[in-house]
């Protein structure tokens, strides 16, 4: 792979890490491993962990996504490789 | 108006929509049929792969496992809505920039090998046809229940429906038709859950009534009060209590997830937008979509319970006038009884009806000294949870019709979605691709238009006769997806020196393994009395139940894929430019055969 290339692989890689960090943080951490936890603090009339498995997860999933397309958009024109 | 005129009316105009734009949006080239020319909008797109993803197990069954389960049916929330994550940023821009028709092609190319296409082929099928078996049982249940017709007439009016516009149209017509399905089943759904949630909560949007207090005057938050309620009666505590085990939970969980990322008919919507970065936001726009119907089945889940058991618990736990006297059953009860999915046996002969947990050792013993002899409700179908809640609160015939167009809505269109997936990989990757690699665009598509048809016969075939493990059969579809073709595929992506043999090696072993766990526990082909092993929690390994199985599947296919890969010849490098091209956004073409 050629050096622009490599650097852009590396700038995709090093987006995906930390949302795929946060995508299994408020699943798998918050609603599920941290459930009896968090269920101590209420969010509104939420148990927290219980927010976060039926509600708070899919909002974030959500909000990951459209950040990531932002996000890669923004690679893609620093690194030239763009479409159109 | 009656309820049966206005629900052959409303089924019947969604129908005729369905069918007027089938003949609007007719496939003239193979680009349309296999990826309806490429140029949808990714909104568009979005709310297309809304309908094609949420199946009647999403808009009929989801909410009645949620009530039943509790927090323990997180699972499928989270499951169901987090694999497009991994969808959207492993999977479907790099897809899309390879710009072709199917998935398996996408595994012949990148694994230079035809046999590697044939092994993604059979994966594909057998995910897609245990999904899709759900999908004609759900078409052939709405029809009955709603149009009184029955479940075979049912199950022909849907076949000839998706015959009709998914042949003619393929997927350009499937993308049309999907987004006015997800417009009906959206609205189907929301409105009788905003209605339950004002009338509880006096909040309308149902994702804040599930957290907000009682309007009964109680005092009490809706969960605290659901808590009670069912503790009350015996059964387990509504916002903590799991299905097997937290272990369990996040391994079905991840199997859900990757099952999600990998199902083939999903990810074929991505290759129909315009560029690459539109897949991206695609994605986004997909979850937005579902989120909406996936943030508001808790909340119906849960109401649904709440008002099921005031409508039978009427008075105090225990005292003699506590239960409804069966003589004064409410009509929505007495309608359900006669579809056979709800059942009452009257154990004490009080002529009331008693509904606890009658599993439960300590409410046993309190329910004797009530003098209750078992649990009466001897048959709550969990289906019912979604159909019969307009009637259950008393909402207008419209709205009831309206559920019935929006259950058949989400039934076809994902039986559309996954047919053609199935039609697809055999006129294209196996006829086009392997067999008659000579055939014109033109016999191809008509190629195309009759493997549609025959697999439209097999599936209905199946959904009058089904194999006897119907019911449990979508989770295992997520599970063999997950384990084969999403590791087949983030491999070809992320790892550009995995092999054709790797790959091979890795999909067949971890299908196999995911396949044998469900075998071992459910009997070979769910043949009764062949299994090994009892269906039971003791007998699970590390307890994780048979559905939950594809995580570890995916895990020995990626192990087996490195093992394998180490062994044998590297990768050639031609295949490894092409990596570092999909890799890359710019000069994404419209999708393409060749």
Not at chain 1, 19 to 37: A, E, K, N, R, T
Not at chain 2, 184 to 192: E, V
Not at chain 2, 295 to 301: D, H, I, K, L, S
Request: net charge neutral; charged share 15%; aromatic share 12%.
């Amino acid at each position: 792979m050629d050096k622009s290339g490599e650097a852009y692989w590396r700038a995709t890689l090093g987006l995906l890490t930390p949302i795929l960090v946060v995508w299994f943080i408020v699943s798998f951490g918050f609603g599920i491993i941290l459930q009896p936890m968090l269920d101590g603090i209420m969010l509104g009339g939420y148990p927290l962990g219980f927010w976060f498995a039926q509600q708070g997860s899919i909002y974030i999933f959500v909000a990951l996504i459209f950040f990531y397309a932002k996000k890669m958009g923004q690679i893609d024109r620093e690194h030239d490789v763009h479409e159109d | 108006m009656d309820l049966r005129t206005l629900t052959y009316i409303v089924v019947g105009a969604s129908f005729a929509l369905y069918l007027g734009i089938a003949f609007w949006a007719r496939a003239g080239s193979t680009s349309e049929f296999y990826v309806a020319g490429g140029g949808i909008h990714p909104v568009a797109n979005g709310m297309a792969t809304g309908a094609d993803w949420m199946s009647a197990a999403s808009f009929i069954s989801m909410a009645g496992l949620i009530a039943y389960n509790g927090y323990g049916a997180s699972l499928f929330l989270m499951g169901w809505t987090g694999g497009y994550v991994l969808l959207a940023m492993l999977l479907a821009p790099y897809l899309r920039k390879f710009g072709k028709f199917t998935v398996p092609e996408f595994i012949g190319d990148r694994y230079y090998s035809n046999t590697a296409r044939v092994v993604a082929v059979v994966c594909l099928i057998l995910a897609s046809i245990t999904y899709v078996i759900g999908q004609m049982k759900g078409v052939g249940v709405a029809f009955s229940r709603f149009l009184e017709v029955d479940y075979d007439t049912g199950l022909y009016i849907g076949m000839a429906m998706v015959f009709f516009y998914a042949t003619l149209g393929g997927m350009k017509g499937i993308t049309y038709t999907q987004i006015a399905q997800y417009v009906i089943l959206i609205f189907a759904y929301t409105i009788p859950a905003m209605f339950i949630s004002m009338n509880l909560t006096g909040n309308p949007l149902p994702q804040l009534g599930l957290g907000s207090t009682m309007a009964d005057g109680s005092g009490m938050t809706l969960l605290a009060k659901l808590n009670l309620v069912v503790t009350e009666l015996g059964f387990k505590e509504y916002t903590t209590s799991t299905i097997a085990g937290r272990f369990d939970m996040a391994v079905y969980t991840m199997s859900l997830m990757i099952g999600t990322a990998g199902l083939p008919h999903v990810i074929v919507r991505f290759f129909t937008v315009t560029k690459v970065a539109d897949a991206r936001s695609s994605a986004g726009w997909a979850l937005v979509f579902i989120a909406i119907l996936y943030t508001t089945a808790p909340a119906v889940g849960a109401m649904a319970r709440l008002n099921l058991h005031a409508t039978i618990q009427t008075g105090e736990v225990g005292s003699p006038e506590g239960n409804l006297a069966y003589e004064n059953r409410p009509q929505w009860f007495k309608n359900w009884e006669k579809t056979g999915l709800l059942q009452f046996e009257d154990k004490n002969g009080d002529g009331r009806i008693q509904y606890y947990n009658d599993k439960n050792p300590e409410m046993v013993a309190k329910a004797e000294s009530y003098g209750w002899k078992g649990n009466e409700m001897v048959k709550v179908d969990r289906d019912i949870i979604v159909l019969a809640n307009p009637e259950i609160a008393k909402l207008p015939n419209w709205v009831i019709a309206l559920v019935a167009a929006g259950g058949l809505a989400a039934a076809l269109s994902t039986a559309a979605g996954l047919l053609l997936a199935i039609s697809s990989a055999i006129s294209h990757d196996l006829m086009k691709g392997i067999f008659m690699p000579n055939i014109s665009d033109k016999f191809e598509l008509n190629a195309g238009r009759v493997a549609m048809a025959v697999a439209i016969m097999c599936a209905g075939y199946l959904g009058l006769n089904p194999p006897g493990f119907a019911a449990g059969t979508v989770a295992i579809a997520f599970g063999l997806a997950g384990a084969s073709i999403f590791p087949a595929l983030m491999m070809g992506i992320f790892f550009k020196r995995m092999n054709k043999e790797g790959v091979i090696a890795g999909m067949i072993a971890g299908i196999a393994v995911t396949m044998l766990y469900v075998f071992q526990h459910k009997g070979i082909f769910f043949v009764k009395g062949t299994e090994f092993l009892g269906d039971l929690g003791p007998n699970w390994f590390l307890g994780i139940q048979p559905n939950a199985f594809g995580t570890i599947g995916a895990i020995v296919n990626f192990t087996v894929a490195m093992i394998v890969m180490k062994m044998t010849p590297e990768c050639p490098p031609h295949i490894q430019d092409l990596v570092e091209s999909i890799r890359t956004p710019r000069g994404a073409g419209a999708a393409t055969g060749h």
